[in-house]
């Protein structure tokens, strides 16, 4: 009997031990960079103990605006210490003459690390110059390194755009499966961040490290190892078409008139390029999702209201089923009805266009799906409204890529049964009942008109280039669809009734008749069917337009989304943003002009 237990305790012991011999097998052979459920990688666990190490920089692409200037982050150069120069004699004064600082507060910042530290002032870390990085650099001291150092901007541009990133190991597997990635890697979630991602993904991190023994002191020596990729193309730089300035006057517009929900567009008329885009509610970059603050509402379909009429108008001209002697009944509401809040009597077609008389493009929507079932879509797909306005296209292996993934498909008709009922089409002619199109399909219109008929997709990003600089890929411009433009008549017609929204002393933009530059454009008052706390009715509230009228070089599309008529800032952001505009030009050109 006790034989027989010896044996069993024996067999325990002999498997326990292979169980042991195994595990280690797996831990040194075979799972040594993905180990257990969260593919944790040995190698660089083990390192990680016995190493100090600072990240310098992720190695992920980054944003630069037009001009070069950076929307996400920026290289700083700071003075990095090491913790065991609190341990050694070394020439603190000369860095600190070097500085303009005392020796004192250098050595109080190393006093207080465990591990390296950027040389700070304050909770900001100190800023050096090239020709103070070249001097400390030059004088060889062992934990002392001048490097230019990633640090996230202090203000977010275009934070819905530009998007975010995050650690999301499963979702980097289902992505990037084939490809050798750390589990920390981060991945564009939304906005160009998800875009790009391909294009952004880091060759490795860029770090200052040393060893270190148990203790934390230096293991091999004072050797400081500088380790970065060895690719010199990579990170790739995208470079957008946002110019950082107005990005940043659009935001503080925004924000100075409370805009709660909306948003503006602001586009360059010449390249059909976005210069600005801002969405509110703002999002949070702590936690995106709050508040709906990660959706970029110039992305999304909204109801437009009346801004719609401008296709309406655009497919009576062209097809003549309008002159200038006709006039319309704009004392009627849509269904025939007397309208008490309007009685503006009979008037033209581009005075109803000016006073945007619902009666009138209720009348010619009629008469033209009367004529053609598909007219309606036809014209706004001819302006460039319909159904997306970004750019999209093939950029090497990755075929259909879309600057702008969370741009939604506008809609005209959400049953086309529809088109064979009077009212229902009555009200798509006005932009109400299914109609949604997205502020930046709006503003692709104005951009289409301003620029004489030509319809382009939209761009956000003019090109991605490698970290030396040179051209990786080039964003071409590229027509929006291959239907007919225009004709020249039809789009001078549409100019005029524009810019008599702003002149006529009717007209519902006539407050922006003080601006300095002369503007055209549409508003648009959307019913939403919703109600406020206090039983308001809920608007969309538009105004979209080129400027200068008589040579247009900006589109601007303001709205806000799910507002009160009394609470609506529209009008005042879009004077605001303009007339900033035009100071900011002036300035520009005064620079231009000054002696250097």
């Known amino acids: 009997m006790r034989k027989k237990r010896t044996i069993v305790i024996l067999v325990i012991i002999q498997l326990g031990l292979f169980f042991l011999i195994g595990r280690l097998a797996q831990l040194q052979l075979v799972s040594t960079e993905s180990f ?3 593919h944790v990688n040995l190698i660089e666990a083990s390192v990680a103990q016995r190493t100090q190490e600072m990240v310098v920089s992720d190695g992920r692409g980054t944003f630069v605006d037009k001009n070069g200037k950076p929307l996400v982050e920026q290289e700083i150069p700071v003075l990095v210490l090491f913790p065991f120069l609190k341990t050694m004699n070394w020439p603190v004064e000369t860095i600190a003459n070097l500085l303009h600082v005392s020796a004192s507060t250098i050595r109080s910042q190393i006093q207080q690390a465990n591990e390296p530290i950027v040389f700070s002032s304050g909770t900001e870390p100190f800023p050096l110059t090239e020709a103070q990085m070249n001097k400390i650099n030059q004088l060889h001291l062992p934990g002392v390194l001048a490097v230019k150092k990633q640090y996230p ?3 977010l541009y275009a934070a819905q755009l530009i ?4 650690e999301d190991p499963q979702l980097l597997r289902d992505r990037y499966g084939d490809r050798h990635l750390s589990v920390q890697t981060k991945i564009g979630i939304q906005g160009l961040q998800k875009a790009f991602d391909e294009f952004l993904l880091p060759e490795g991190e860029t770090r200052l490290l040393y060893h270190v023994d148990a203790e934390g002191g230096p293991l091999f020596g004072l050797d400081v190892k500088y380790s970065a990729p060895g690719n010199p193309f990579y990170p790739i730089s995208v470079q957008t078409t946002i110019d950082r300035d107005l990005q940043q006057m ?3 517009v925004l924000d100075e008139h409370g805009l709660k929900k909306g948003g503006a567009v602001l586009l360059d008329v010449a390249t059909n390029s976005v210069l600005a885009m801002a969405s509110r509610p703002a999002m949070d970059p702590h936690d995106p999702y709050k508040n709906g603050g990660a959706e970029n509402q110039m992305l999304l379909p909204q109801i437009p209201g009346s801004v719609f009429k401008t296709v309406i108008a655009a497919a009576a001209v062209e097809t003549g089923i309008v002159n200038d002697k006709q006039t319309f009944d704009c004392s009627r509401k849509i269904d025939g009805t007397p309208d008490v809040e309007h009685t503006y009597g009979q008037l033209s077609f581009e005075k109803s266009f000016a006073v945007s008389c619902n009666n009138t493009f209720a009348t010619l929507g009629k008469q033209l799906v009367g004529q053609n079932k598909d007219i309606i879509e036809q014209y706004a797909q001819k302006l460039g409204l319909y159904p997306l306005a970004g750019w999209q296209g093939d950029v090497y ?3 259909a890529f879309r600057q702008l993934p969370e741009e939604k498909s506008g809609t005209i008709w959400h049953d086309k049964s529809d088109k064979y009922v009077p009212l229902a089409v009555a009200q798509t002619s006005i932009g109400q009942k299914n109609v949604r199109v997205s502020p930046l399909a709006v503003a692709n219109m104005m951009a289409t008109i301003a620029r004489g008929g030509e319809a382009k997709q939209v761009r956000v990003a003019s090109k991605m280039t490698y970290k030396n600089g040179t051209t990786f890929f080039t964003f071409p411009e590229q027509p929006f669809s291959n239907s007919e433009p225009l004709s ?8 005029q009734l524009l810019l008599s929204v702003v002149t006529d002393a009717r007209g519902t933009g006539r407050r922006f008749q ?8 549409k508003s648009g008052t959307a019913q939403t069917g919703k109600i406020d706390a206090r039983g308001e009715p809920l608007i969309n509230k538009w105004f979209a337009g080129y400027f200068p009228a008589e040579s247009p070089k900006y589109v601007l599309v303001v709205v806000a989304l799910d507002s009160t008529n009394a609470q609506a800032v529209t009008n005042d952001v879009f004077y605001d943003l303009v007339k900033r505009i035009y100071e900011w030009e002036a300035a520009q050109q005064a620079q231009d002009v000054s002696p250097k």
């Open 36 to 38: 257990s459920k969260q």
């Open 153 to 155: 901007l202090d203000h």
């Open 163 to 166: 998007g975010f990133t995050r």
């Open 250 to 252: 659009t935001e503080t």
């Open 397 to 399: 292996h990755v075929t």
């Open 488 to 495: 020249f008549f039809t789009v001078q017609k549409l100019k």
């Open 514 to 521: 003080t601006l300095p530059y002369a503007v055209a454009g």
